[in-house]
């Protein structure tokens, strides 16, 4: 499976931005996909994670309410998952990853074999 991340950016505090995965090179029907995140000098932390067939979502308590994950399988941006971000603080600024995987712990970074390359965030105070 191949992820490709996009849509990261500078933006100020309170602004919204949405980050896309594409993944391509097989059927991902019964995936696990998730965003993380890894900030300056931090690890790289869960943000939120959702299962492909079902569409179950779950988030981390620092982005629930703010954050908003999806996927999308129609023709046109078939395999593509997003995440809608609202009301960005500076605290969210970090490298943004994207990941999957078949029957993963959803909230593990290790339990992911697939990533896609990141995707920069940057909010401004």
């Known amino acids: 499976v191949q992820l490709q991340a996009s849509g990261g950016g500078l933006v100020q505090a309170g602004g919204s931005l949405r980050l896309s995965c594409a993944a391509s090179?097989?059927?991902?029907?019964?995936?696990?996909m998730a965003w993380f995140r890894q900030g300056p000098g931090k690890e790289r932390e869960f943000v939120a994670g959702?299962?492909?067939?079902?569409?179950?979502?779950?988030?981390?308590d620092s982005v629930r309410g703010r954050f908003t994950i999806s996927r999308d399988n129609t023709e046109n941006t078939k395999n593509t998952m997003y995440l809608q971000m609202n009301s960005l603080k500076p605290e969210d600024t970090a490298v943004y990853y994207c990941?999957?995987?078949?029957?993963?712990?959803?909230?593990?970074?290790?339990?992911?074999?697939?990533w896609g390359q990141g995707t920069l965030v940057t909010v401004s105070s």
């Open positions: 090179g097989r059927t991902i029907g019964d995936y696990r």
């Open positions: 959702i299962t492909w067939g079902g569409g179950s979502t779950i988030y981390d």
């Open positions: 990941a999957a995987d078949a029957r993963v712990r959803i909230t593990t970074a290790s339990s992911y074999a697939y």
